[in-house]
């Protein structure tokens, strides 16, 4: 009798050991899932921030050509080259991203 309620014991606890092992078996899968998506998220607002740090750069610089003087006979051709640059600096964020 002794033995009986020992091996009913025993089978209780091997179950509940199984369980626990499943149950540490989902969490870990789970933690390892959250990780890699809190990862991807870092990443993202990573290149979010990179992208509103580039758009502030050109309202600057388009601020700078806006500000500057018709009279020069120069400005024209400086604007020009202001907005070509900005459009090079674009096609290169562009390629970046990619």
Known sequence: MDQEVLKS???GLE???LVLLNE????KDELKS???ENQDLRQSIRLRDD???NFKNQVKITKIVDHIHPEDSEVS???RKVDEYIKE???CIAYLSK
Request: aromatic share 0%.
């Open 9 to 11: 014991s025993l089978n």
């Open 15 to 17: 179950r509940k050991i």
């Open 24 to 27: 540490h078996k989902g969490l």
């Open 34 to 36: 959250l990780k890699t």
């Open 51 to 53: 992208q509103l740090s």
């Open 77 to 79: 051709e400086l604007k």
């Open 89 to 91: 600096i674009d096609k």
